[in-house]
T-cell receptor, first 110, second 112 residues
């Protein structure tokens, strides 16, 4: 079993829709929770970062962490064609390994 | 400020050949990582380093070796390339264990 499981997608949504992305993890020692965005043929870039349960907002993006359920989510409001990318959840353990989900490819249709 | 630079960007190897991928960062980061990315598999950690002179195995270390002789460089070696090592390889670095990891642009390796 992978340490981080991510809904595989792909997702295709119309412009303006809410995008919901989810991951689960198996190791309760995981401390830090991140979402990366990766455009085609580019390296991943950090989008959101949190280390506690609850919600964190940054503009149109909301990251949600539920440590009791070992579940993390990313919501994109008012999605734009420029949001079309692959989104990867990432979780860091106490020994500072950074483990990634498989990624979900999102396409926002204009 | 170049960030994280990977060399080369593309390479085609024959089965059994060896090669070294170079990752260089100019941000004075302590932590460096090598990942491979395959369709449907996400990023899988090969090896990582928490400081100069140290290395540790990740999720898929077999067939790879690494060295961190200088703080700014992290080398990934393939001693005898196999077709199963065809992948996109990403290097990343971070200042500390709990901070953002910055990624390079990737190396596309094909083993025929």
């Amino acid at each position: 079993q992978k340490e981080v499981e991510q809904d595989p997608g792909p997702l295709s949504v119309p412009e303006g829709a809410i995008v919901s992305l989810n991951c689960t993890y198996s190791n309760s020692a995981f401390q830090y929770f991140m979402w990366y965005r990766q455009y085609s043929r580019k390296g991943p870039e950090l989008l959101m970062y949190t280390y506690s349960s609850g919600n964190k907002e940054d503009g149109r993006f909301t990251a949600q962490v539920d440590k009791s359920s070992k579940y993390i989510s990313l919501f994109i409001r008012d999605s734009q064609p420029s949001d079309s990318a692959t989104y990867l959840c990432a979780i860091r353990s106490n020994d500072y390994k950074l483990s990634f989900g498989a990624g979900t490819t999102v396409t926002v249709r204009a | 400020n170049a960030g994280v630079t990977q060399t080369p960007k593309f390479r085609v190897l024959k089965t059994g050949q060896s090669m070294t991928l170079l990752c260089a960062q100019d941000m004075n980061h302590e932590y460096m990582y090598w990942y491979r990315q395959d369709p449907g598999m996400g990023l899988r950690l090969i090896h990582y380093s928490v400081g100069e002179g140290t290395t540790a195995k990740g999720e898929v270390p077999d067939g790879y070796n690494v060295s961190r002789l200088k703080k700014q460089n992290f080398l990934l070696g393939l001693e005898s390339a196999a077709p199963s090592q065809t992948s996109v390889y990403f290097c990343a670095s971070s200042f500390a264990g709990d901070t953002e990891a910055f990624f390079g642009q990737g190396t596309r390796l094909t083993v025929v």
